[in-house]
């Protein structure tokens, strides 16, 4: 039936897939999408000092690029009336769904040439826009996808000045390699695939000088601003992309998170990509690598995808800069199998039970939060709205810095937050409680936890309703963080 879809029905269906992902999957799927950026933008907005930073800001290696496009957007958000850091945030989700859907539906287009037919085509449109993963991807304020669109818009651009043969000085070409070169600093790894097109450049398609002159141009111009940006997040002039290098890769300190061997992406991407269309997809790419061995596309994929396999730390988002290329190469490669091989009728069914699989699990990820930490978060926020002046007293066992919220971005300027403990060498203030205050419980106490004296309990958050916690299937329970929130109401005496 997507088949049979028009392209405008197409784009029109991705787009409302993405906006519902930009407002649902609140949170992050890494934490460097929240805490090397929100944070460092909270920071320079004067809401926490930098003690309270990660690590890699005192060692400066992170880019400050999309800190201050955090921090603008903030700032803009708060002069327009935007308190509410979540819809901050969403503005920014869905301004990078806006440019993701753009760029990619482009260079569609563009490839299509590339392809033998129109319907196969329409599968890569579909790949792009419909894959379960792909709306929610391209909604994420994340490096791989701020590089990812950056990099691949400008590439568009440039390509499309070179297919003229004129050797001249454009604005257009001059704009090409800003983006590319901005793409640096969304992520210092998208330079991987930048090599392959500086080589792809160089051996095939070979622009004249003063094409090279407006690339370069544009190149430095997204330098002034690259390091501009590092300058006002650190207060001095520092090389960003050497602190990373030296930290990460000299220092090995990547590797205390985690060592794999060269070949992990092979066996885990398919895994995680859902299996078995995974599977089939990755076989495809690789027959459309081997069939377009000079198209551009896999002179970018293949030495990123190259380069981060030689790196001990690997992690599959690393990967994510590279869908378009991928969606474009396992489409190029379906074409090579139907020529080679007859469709069998069974892998017709198992395609058709892949897509069913496909749009469930789509569903289920474009409306679920990216982290269900925030969903309490965002509670916490709008009670902070309703009840001014209102306390939370998390309950834990012992005194921890942090526990168990940690995002201060998201903390409610009005709301107290204070610590209640469950062990009794650790005294509590009983005075300081209100009636209409919260306690956020962070452990499972069946069938509910006690209320201090002279309170009674009342239940006003569950992220998992108590249907889903009757099921625990594997112990999934002990791995997942299931917290719970009650008011506290006084009890007359």
Partial sequence: MLSKL???????????LCIIAAWCTIGYHHPDEHFQIWEFANHKLGHIPASD???????QMRPGLQPFLAYS???????LGIDNPFVQVFLTRLLCAAAALLVYWKWTVWLERDLKSSQTARWMRIGLLFFWLMPYLNARFSSENTAAISFFGGLLLLLQQLEDQKNRFSWQVVAAGFLLCLSFFFRYQIAFAGIGLGAWLLFQNRPGLLQWIALM??????????????????GEWVCAPYNYFFSNIMEGKAANFGVSPFWWYLTEMPIALLPPLSFALLILCTLGVWEKPRHVLTWCVVPFALAHSMVAHKEVRFLFPMVLPFFFLATVGWEVFKEKFEVKN??????????????????????????????????????GEQHPDSTV?????????????NMPFYEHPGQGQRSWYTDPNFKNDT???????LMFFTEIISPQPSPPPGFSFTLVYAYYPNWVLLNNVNDWQSRTRIWAVYRLDEVMK
């Fill in 6 to 16: 028009s392209d405008r029905t197409l784009l029109f269906g991705g787009a409302v």
């Fill in 53 to 59: 930073l990660p690590w890699e800001f005192p060692a």
């Fill in 73 to 79: 957007t903030v700032v803009t958000a708060r002069a």
């Fill in 217 to 234: 141009a544009g190149a430095l111009l997204a330098l002034g601003v690259g390091f501009a940006t590092d300058f006002w997040l650190y």
């Fill in 346 to 383: 069974w892998m017709r069914k198992v395609f058709r039970f892949c897509l069913w699989l496909n749009a469930i699990v789509l569903i289920f990820r474009i409306l679920i939060p990216a982290k269900e930490m925030a969903a309490y978060a965002r509670f916490l926020w709008n009670w």
């Fill in 393 to 405: 007293h998390f309950v834990k066992k012992e005194p921890r810095k942090y526990f168990p919220m």
């Fill in 431 to 437: 005075s300081s409680l209100r009636s209409g205050d």
